[in-house]
């Protein structure tokens, strides 16, 4: 049983830490200087930057998105696209020392998102960049985007199969499981990872999309498992489809966890009726009549056909 | 073969008119693009190197043209795919790849540009496995700077599945029926357009739908036995969504409102007698079914509203929250008119005929919420901070009227009024630290806790105490380390050890440890290594389960680029362990026995690039390889799909290619699902 006293004092304890946290942040924090001393303040102006970096400047201000930079005053950056990024490069121009000029490639992946993130902080895509996978195991946006390339909207894959190429290059567990037979059809580039997978992270677990405000992203396509069903079954709202499904591939029919259906459902329907919460866990063991020499009872799904949720049948049968 | 190599002439030809004016007055090409099954890049970060996308004599000649005359650049392939067997289960084959012989357009990929930029100033149209293969897609977007962006997308899905290994209770019979296979096909189509995107005001619409339809094998379930039964279904979801985002420097909101549609329709019958799966007499007397008219009438609707908002109050805080609230509701119209010589053994009652008619409901308000905040006391240091919540309670309300007839008389009429209810609170808090120890070495370490309940209803109770309440409570520590000793070197490493005193199942994550380990090295300038490892361990001591489950992956990755590009390898390999026990207890007789499921697989992949002399001194290229997998264990399986292509330029603009590949696909437990196929393509190549 769950010490209610103990959990409240707990999140009073993490709520006092985290304002702790934050007030003694604001008292410490400095205003983080985006270009070290290092570097020099003077810029230079992008006509300099394209003397010896022609193609680069060519195909930012061509089509490339951030073209904007060099061209609208209201960003601050008006003919400085390149040291809007790379910071002042007059230091760098005068004497063609690299050591005078910031890389992104070259910081750490937290500075190298600052500099990103001084004009992308606050769009939709990065609202949960805070919580990021990506960003806590310190990939930087520049591993994925590539911010010198020629073309709208491609600063990063956009084609069914570079995405998925994309993803695979560091996803090796995840592309060999795609190879499994029974599986979504990410090798066939029917699919990409983004329709289930949001790369700026979301709150969700396992960085998922969400259909329709909050619900799992595998509602997009499966939409006759959304319900709400007059008699749900309680993991598929609880715990979502990846309870009994591998949601990548599996070598069982069905993408499912086990080889055997009634292997799925009896190893939670093995608990005897109890009154108490907490003495066990959901899912209690079937009547007797369920004699699982005969092959009737091999298959629950045979009879429980609806498992995903009923319309009109509370055992799930039709 | 021979007829194959003149059928394949033939379908070239026939193929090759078609898009002959594609090719035709094709400029100098401003991009080159890469074909399909090119290997993956190194996984290093995103280089600077000039793109391909462009030259400056490409840009120059495109710069020379007329304004306002489209600039085009793209590729088209079409082709004949022949498919030869498969050899063993269509079914199977048809399951797991469904691949067909025909006319194909394997891709269409055009890059537009608009100089004069009136209406649009880019669009890309792209399109991929036309010609009846289970996976058609479309995308187009188009977009004028600052003005609108417009998104286009179509995907056909053909789904079936037919494997008696997954439901048949006749196969000790010899019958190979799999009572739940479909035969469907679903359309995904949707349109999103912004409007002044990069603005401070960005207003978007997005009108998507969600169709299947098809025909199912399944079963009418009526007491003592199982009749398997023809149905056709068809469903289909709409949403609707409209927004506004709201964007200046500091501060970024965005209001969404929705509207889903759902409709679901399911019709069953069965020929003129069906004796199901029970051939064993009951009480003397044989059951069967002489006719069905069963269908299901589901409409549904629910609306949803989403906010969020982020911000960046000062220099060294980010903060962000979420609010989504959706209202899910499904009313259901279910009728059934069945006749045959049935049984209710309860009461040891036999009947003729039954009418089975339901009324139901249900509603599922959900909300969730979020907020969290990202702080940077000083430069090295982060702190992270998040809270979550999901309140779920969905109520259902069936009224269900059952006449039981013989002959004409009704021998037993009973009306029931069911009532469920199924609710979650959830949470969770999170804070983690990351920490930079230097430019190449990230330390984090956190901590998350997560509590909720859970309950499941349907009342009036039938047979045992059948109220499910749970709760959950979870301490979870985290820890992580990345290390980037130079730019050819990357090294990172993460745990998670978690501690429950509760879940809602016996085989959710209880005492678990996580590990994960992922290395990549660059050994030379062409060449680079990556390894990946994870594990994680979950334990359930709760008495009765004993849960014990492993899942353990390695991987290692080698890519060969070598300056030249003439040859270029990419190769996977990973090894893969499940093991699972836990205890259950046998329905017939309460005793405790142990289930147990294990795995171990090797799957491979990977594909060589060669740069061959072709014709007239453009260069062919040779791609092969494949992917493989072989399992042992609870099922084991192999799965073989080697393939080779070439392509040869035959004009600047045109190339001919040749594809193979090989499915071969094996169970040892299952010998009669197994296939092997083989697929050959030839078609065309246009660039411009």
Not at chain 2, 65 to 89: C, F, H, K, Q
Not at chain 2, 385 to 402: K, V
Request: with cysteine; charged share 15%; glycine share 8%.
């Amino acid at each position: 049983m769950p010490n209610i006293d103990l959990v409240r004092r707990r999140n009073f304890a993490l709520c006092g830490v985290a304002a702790f946290l934050f007030i003694s942040g604001g008292l410490q924090a400095q205003r983080p200087t985006t270009v070290p001393k290092a570097f020099g303040d003077e810029y230079a102006g992008s006509a300099t930057c394209q003397i010896c970096h022609e193609d680069n400047f060519n195909n930012v201000t061509k089509t490339n998105p951030h073209r904007v930079v060099e061209t609208d005053k209201k960003l601050g950056f008006a003919d400085h696209v390149c040291e809007s990024c790379h910071g002042p490069g007059a230091k760098h121009a005068s004497t063609g020392d690299v050591a005078f000029i910031r890389s992104p490639l070259k910081l750490s992946p937290g500075e190298a998102d600052k500099i990103c993130l001084n004009c992308h902080a606050n769009q939709q895509t990065h609202l949960g960049l805070i919580q990021n996978s990506h960003s806590k195991f310190a990939i930087a946006c520049v591993s994925c985007h590539k911010m010198h390339v020629n073309g709208g909207a491609l600063l990063v894959a956009r084609k069914n199969a570079d995405v998925n190429q994309l993803c695979e290059s560091c996803h090796a567990n995840v592309k060999a499981q795609f190879l499994m037979p029974y599986r979504h059809k990410i090798p066939e580039n029917a699919m990409t990872c983004t329709d289930c997978h949001n790369p700026h992270g979301i709150p969700r677990q396992g960085m998922q999309q969400s259909f329709a405000g909050s619900e799992p992203p595998c509602l997009t396509c499966h939409g006759d498992k959304r319900g709400p069903f007059t008699f749900e079954h309680a993991p598929v709202k609880f715990e979502g489809c990846t309870a009994c499904h591998e949601q990548h591939g599996s070598a069982n029919p069905r993408m499912l966890i086990r080889h055997e259906v009634r292997q799925v459902c009896l190893e939670c329907h093995a608990n005897m009726p109890t009154s108490t919460p907490g003495v066990n866990a959901m899912g209690v063991v079937p009547p007797a009549f369920h004699d699982l020499r005969s092959a009737r009872y091999q298959n629950c799904t045979i009879c429980h056909q609806k498992i995903h949720g009923s319309y009109v049948d509370r055992n799930l049968l039709k | 073969m021979r007829r194959l190599l003149i059928s394949a002439g033939i379908a070239a030809g026939v193929i090759g008119m078609l898009p002959l004016a594609f090719a035709q007055q094709a400029p100098v090409p401003a991009v080159s693009p890469a074909p399909a099954t090119t290997p993956a890049a190194p996984a290093s970060p995103a280089s600077d190197a000039t793109p391909a996308t462009s030259t400056p004599i490409a840009s120059a000649a495109a710069e020379a043209r007329p304004a306002g005359e489209y600039r085009i650049t793209g590729s088209l392939d079409v082709g004949y795919r022949w498919l030869d067997g498969p050899g063993g289960s269509f079914e199977t084959y048809r399951s797991v790849v469904n691949l067909g012989s025909g006319v194909k357009l394997i891709g269409l990929d055009l890059a537009i540009a608009n100089p004069s930029r009136k209406w649009f100033e880019n669009a890309h149209i792209r399109a991929f496995n036309w010609g009846n293969d289970p996976y058609a897609t479309f995308h187009a977007d188009a977009e004028k700077s600052r003005i609108y962006r417009l998104n286009v997308d179509y995907r056909g899905i053909s789904y079936f599945n037919n494997l008696p290994s997954y439901a048949d209770p006749l196969l000790a019979k010899g019958i190979t029926l799999n009572e739940q296979s479909f035969d469907t096909h679903r359309r995904l189509s949707s349109v999103r357009l912004e409007i002044l995107p990069g603005r401070a005001f960005t207003p978007y619409v997005s009108a998507e739908r969600d169709a299947r339809s098809g025909s199912v094998v399944t079963v009418f379930h009526s007491d003592n036995n199982d009749y398997p039964v023809a149905g056709v279904t068809r469903d289909s979801t709409n949403l609707v969504r409209a927004g506004v985002r709201i964007s200046f420097r500091r501060v970024r909101a965005t209001l969404e409102e929705g509207y889903t549609n759902f409709r679901n329709d399911q019709s069953d019958s069965t020929g003129p007698t069906n004796y199901g799966n029970t051939s064993v007499q009951t009480l003397g007397q044989t059951l069967d079914l002489t006719s069905l008219a069963q269908s299901y009438g589901i409409r549904g609707n629910s609306h949803y509203t989403k906010a969020d908002f982020t911000a960046s109050p000062f220099s060294w805080a980010d903060i962000y929250a979420q609010f989504t609230y959706t209202t899910p509701h499904t009313t259901v119209n279910y009728t059934q008119y069945d006749t045959g010589s049935l049984v209710l053994l309860n009461q040891v009652l036999f009947f003729s005929g039954q009418q089975y008619l339901v009324n139901a409901t249900a509603s599922f308000p959900h909300t969730t919420a979020n907020a969290g905040w990202e702080i940077r006391p000083y430069r090295r240091v982060r702190i992270l901070q998040s809270f979550q919540t999901d309140r779920m309670t969905n109520t259902g309300s069936a009224a269900q009227a059952d006449t039981l007839l013989a002959g004409t008389a009704t021998v037993s009429q009973t009306a029931l009024a069911l009532a469920s209810t199924l609710g979650m609170d959830s949470s969770q808090v999170d804070i983690s630290i990351l920490f930079d120890a230097g430019r190449k070495f990230t330390l984090r370490g956190g901590y998350r806790y997560v509590w909720g309940n859970a309950n499941d209803v349907v009342s009036p109770q039938e047979g045992l105490y059948t109220i499910a309440s749970e709760k959950l409570q979870r301490n979870i520590g985290m820890g992580a380390v990345s290390w980037r000793p130079s730019q050819k070197v990357l090294l990172s490493g993460d745990a998670e050890v978690g501690t429950s005193a509760g879940t809602y199942f016996r085989t959710s994550l209880y005492d678990y440890q996580k590990v994960r380990a992922m290395g990549r090295y660059k050994l030379l300038k062409s060449w680079q290594i990556s390894g990946d490892f994870r594990i994680l361990m979950n334990r359930n001591p709760l008495a009765g389960s004993s849960y014990h489950f492993l899942s353990r992956q390695e991987s290692a990755t080698l890519t060969w680029l070598p300056s030249g590009k003439k040859l270029s390898v990419d190769a996977t390999w990973e090894h893969c362990t499940y093991q699972s026990t836990v205890s259950y207890l046998i329905p017939q007789l309460l005793v405790g026995a142990d289930s147990v499921y294990s795995e171990d697989c090797h799957r491979i992949s990977g594909m060589l690039n060669a740069t061959l002399r072709g014709l007239h001194k453009r260069a062919a290229t040779l791609e092969a390889g494949g992917a493989a997998v072989i399992t042992t264990g609870s099922r084991p399986t192999t799965d073989y799909q080697p393939t080779a292509r070439l392509t040869a330029p035959l004009t600047k603009n045109v190339a001919a290619f040749g594809e193979w590949r090989y499915y071969g696909f094996g169970e040892s437990f299952y010998q009669y699902e197994s296939f092997r196929a083989h697929l050959v393509t030839v078609g065309l190549r246009f660039t411009r």
